[in-house]
């Protein structure tokens, strides 16, 4: 009788940690970014280096002070891949990253796949937002518009504890 009891005890602190979980990775820390909020604020590096307010309508953002690479947003734009191939510097490597599963406006694995195929075109949003993180952006030929944080060569190398690669910025002192 008593091993019954136990299991039970085991079972039921599983559930409940596997909610707690659950629930902490997929609302807990993630808030909404208000319109008109810095976050809000669209903008792409030009081939100039400079970075530009992009024309952003219908944004609809999530963010999270946890972690610099929680933020994702959906949006769409009037510019044209045509001018924005010619003004905006592209982005190599762009893998965007899972969003929560409310955020349903914004699907990682559909994003990166049509990037990876040309139906959609990453640029550079801002390069090292905060340090080792840039912002990405992704754009369709219909002006449907994604944008997420990614972490750049430099923050690679910087958060796996080893010097910063030639060319990046010093990287900042721990516990900054």
Not at 6 to 13: D, E, P, Q, R, W
Not at 158 to 166: K, L, M, R, T, Y
Request: proline letters at 7%; aromatic letters at 14%.
């Amino acid at each position: 009788m008593n091993g019954k009891w136990v299991a039970g005890f085991i079972v039921l602190a599983a559930i409940l940690f596997g909610g707690a979980l659950y629930y902490n990775q997929e609302y807990a820390f993630y808030d909404r970014v208000s319109v008109g909020a810095p976050a809000a604020e669209v903008r792409a590096t030009t081939f100039m280096g400079t970075t530009e307010d992009l024309l952003a309508e219908g944004f609809d953002g999530v963010d999270a002070p946890t972690s610099p690479i929680k933020y994702r947003a959906c949006f769409s734009t009037p510019l044209s891949i045509a001018m924005m191939t010619e003004t905006f510097v592209p982005y190599e490597k762009a893998a965007p990253l899972i969003a929560p599963r409310w955020f349903d406006c914004f699907d990682a694995k559909r994003i990166g796949a049509d990037i990876e195929n040309g139906t959609a075109f990453a640029f550079l949003g801002e390069e090292n937002i905060t340090y080792g993180i840039d912002r990405v952006i992704a754009v369709y030929p219909d002006g449907s518009a994604y944008a997420w944080n990614q972490i750049n060569h430099c923050g690679e190398a910087v958060f796996d504890g080893n010097p910063a690669p030639e060319g990046c910025p010093e990287a900042p002192a721990q516990g900054q």
